[in-house]
């Protein structure tokens, strides 16, 4: 038997002695003005685990509190949304909570887009400025690094660096972009960079065949919501760092890690471990904070961030059920207040999708 935070539960089976329990994580709020969360957690760390979900849903049977968040080095039976294989060698965050959420039934469906938002702050929190936009959400359940949106970005970057390093003053005529290219010391504001940006990035700049009729995504992290009994188990996979020989993610993407977006020298300080644990904190926190407005609120109070954010909008998609039939097509509009994703037919005719796979046609 193990104890977590003074009370018993069934034995979690990690390999010999490879399970640790690490320090409560308590979460407070994490970044842009949200109030802090009542929520902590008690986590577990595992050298491996067939799968982090199913140690979770034993504990929900056995009436664990809300909050234990249980995470593995490795999975040997790891598995996502609809029961796909997760491939879980070590360098990722595996790790599956335990959560009571008190909401109505018809607002649960929405707890794995507030989720993908939790994981997008918390990557974002440490990844490179350039590719920090880079990270969407994808309607329903992943997080994803947008190739092209990336690859403009740092572009950019390196447009803003040329410019000035060569003081380009013919190419401004605001006074206010002339200073700038002046004066290559001081900071860019945020509305500055914004204006200097289109100057070095419209896309198709650097690479005349990217077009806005196909998004390459790369997938950086899964998430999977499963009631069992009176609780929920979300189990959260992200790729942070990259083995050897890069895995099969499934569906029609490639895998994306978060060292692929920050910078190697300070993100990856003092290992992989170490790595794994600042995506892992940065999202527990970023998680407490939106879970306790969205309980509170409903998941209409976080629609504009989830919206910002979200990696379909403005795509020409297919939406698929679990068999691979067409359920509707159309220009992916906005998602809604109740979590379905607004398709616009060409008759400017609205469709709100409840559920299915979504694929950039």
């Known amino acids: 038997m193990s104890e977590l935070g003074g009370r018993r539960m069934p034995a979690l089976h990690g390999v010999g002695d490879g399970a640790r329990e690490s320090a409560d994580r308590a979460a407070g709020a994490a970044g842009e003005g949200f109030a802090p969360s009542a929520l902590s957690f008690r986590s577990v760390l595992f050298d491996e685990v067939s799968s982090t979900n199913d140690e979770v849903k034993r504990a929900i049977d056995a009436g664990e509190a809300e909050g234990l968040v249980v995470r593995a080095l490795r999975q040997s039976g790891g598995y996502g949304r609809q029961g796909r294989v997760w491939a879980s060698p070590e360098g990722g965050l595996y790790c599956s909570l335990l959560l009571r959420p008190q909401v109505t039934p018809a607002v649960l ?14 990557v974002a929190a440490l990844v490179d400025a350039s590719a920090a936009g880079a990270v969407r959400i ?9 190739r092209d949106v990336l690859h403009d970005a740092r572009a950019c970057a390196v447009g803003l660096d040329l410019a000035a390093q060569n003081h380009g003053h013919e190419r401004f005529s605001d006074p206010n972009l002339t200073a700038f290219s002046q004066n290559t010391s001081s900071p860019v504001s945020a509305s500055l960079k914004h204006r200097v940006q289109p100057r070095f990035c419209a896309r198709g700049d650097a690479d005349d065949t990217s077009s806005d009729a196909f998004a390459s995504f790369s997938k950086l992290c899964g998430i999977s919501c499963e009631a069992q009994g009176g609780g929920v188990c979300v189990g959260v996979g992200v790729n942070v760092m990259p083995p050897a020989e890069r895995p099969d993610v499934g569906g029609k993407n490639e895998a994306a890690y978060v060292l692929d977006l920050a910078s ?34 409903g998941f209409a109070s976080l629609l504009d961030e989830y919206n910002a954010w979200a990696s379909l909008t ?3 998609v297919a939406i698929e059920g679990r068999d691979g039939s067409l359920i509707a097509a159309g220009t992916v509009a906005r998602v809604d207040a109740c979590g379905r994703l607004v398709l616009r037919s060409r008759d400017g005719t609205e469709v709100p999708i409840a559920s299915g796979e979504a694929h950039v046609r």
């Not at 329903?140 to 690094?145: E, F, I, L, R, S």
């Open 109 to 122: 469906p929405t707890l794995s887009l507030v989720v993908g938002m939790a994981v997008r702050r918390a």
């Open 138 to 146: 994808k309607w329903p359940n992943d997080v994803v690094v947008d």
């Open 264 to 297: 190697e020298a300070d993100f990856a300080f003092g290992g992989a471990s170490r790595a794994i644990d600042r995506v892992f904190d940065e999202f527990l926190a970023a998680f407490a904070s939106l879970y306790e407005r969205w309980q509170r609120d």
């Open 314 to 316: 403005g795509r020409e």
